[in-house]
């Protein structure tokens, strides 16, 4: 269990590197408009990875330790509850799509099943992030608002217009990534379903 705890733990820390390298300036998206940042990348995608094929716990703890490392490298922080909003709270709801987990391992054989679980997972992280990004663009940036435009809409787009291309995007790579993963390094869950985290 201890030797499965540290695989877990490797994946979190490669993912939370690859992330970074995703998110990289010439693997990104900038868009013109969006100021006060947001990009189009697939930044997401390792988490989603870490979140599905290892549970909540182990998603949540990659997507907030990349919160912070995405901090240090692309800040744009006006206010700490911003920091956290942006940060660490949004990705780490990314890992929310471990809710999906007990789906994916019960449809391992049923591909048709299995996108269906990818999706649902996917969607429920990128829902999350995009609640966190949105609150944050209410509170904090309202100010970047047209007069004519209630602040909440214009938060609103504003997260849409990076965040559902991301969402599109990291669902393209992650039916590609998936499979290829569970060929080279398939997940081994313990005996009787219980979480890994929870056992000692």
Do not use: C
Not at 78 to 85: A, D, E, S, Y
Not at 135 to 164: D, H, K, N, R
């Amino acid at each position: 269990m201890r030797s499965e705890r540290t695989l877990v733990l490797t994946e979190i820390a490669l993912a939370i590197a690859l992330a970074a390298v995703l998110n990289m300036p010439f693997l990104r998206v900038q868009l013109p408009f969006n100021l006060a940042g947001g990009t189009i990348s697939l930044n997401m995608l390792p988490i989603f990875v870490v979140a599905l094929r290892r549970g909540l716990v182990p998603g949540l703890l990659a997507g907030a330790l990349y919160g912070g490392v995405d901090a240090m490298l692309n800040p744009y922080i006006v206010h700490p509850i911003q920091f956290l909003l942006d940060y660490p709270v949004a990705y780490g709801f990314v890992g929310l799509a471990g809710l999906a987990t007990g789906v994916w391992r019960k449809v391992a054989t049923d591909p048709t099943k299995r996108w269906g679980a990818l999706f649902g997972g996917l969607s429920i992280g990128v829902a999350a992030r995009f609640a966190a990004h949105w609150l944050s663009g209410i509170v904090f940036f309202g100010s970047y608002a047209p007069e004519s435009q209630p602040v909440w809409l214009y938060s609103l787009i504003y997260q849409s217009t990076y965040l559902l291309p991301s969402f599109a995007l990291t669902m393209a790579a992650a039916l590609v990534v998936f499979p290829a993963l569970e060929r080279a390094v398939p997940v081994r869950f313990p005996k009787g379903g219980g979480a890994l985290w929870a056992r000692s």
